[in-house]
């Protein structure tokens, strides 16, 4: 592996959802986040998390969340375990999520070398 890969792979993941959350369905979002950052927080290469909720300002998401991980290879190991759990639990994301008429954009980021 040569050496900008090996620096990417080392590098901290920062799982970004941002959702359009219709008043209606704020609760039901809110606990399915909290169930899943709850399990989240218990896994290996698990760094830190924030909820934010919009309270001011044009923006159009209203609900944020973020999830920072150690690196790529602790998220590739937290992903069967999440759906796994969802799959015990009869959640479905993607069908909550149309369900409710929500809309989501969710991403995988990283920080910029020498900002």
């Known amino acids: 592996m040569d050496q900008l890969n090996q620096q990417l792979a080392d590098a901290a993941v920062f799982r970004v959802d941002k959702f359009v959350v219709p008043a209606e369905a704020r609760e039901e979002i809110l606990r399915k986040v909290r169930a899943t950052h709850e399990l989240l927080r218990l896994q290996q290469g698990f760094v830190q998390d924030f909820v934010l909720e919009q309270f001011s300002g044009p923006g ?12 790529q ?7 069967p375990i ?6 015990r639990a009869g959640f479905n994301p993607q069908e909550t999520i149309a369900r409710l008429g929500v809309n989501a954009d969710i991403a995988n980021y990283q920080l910029l070398p020498e900002m």
Do not use: P
């Open 82 to 87: 999440v759906k796994a759990a969802q799959e």
């Open 73 to 79: 290879a602790a998220v590739d190991n937290v992903v």
């Open 60 to 71: 159009e998401f209203n609900l944020v969340t973020i999830v920072e991980w150690e690196n």
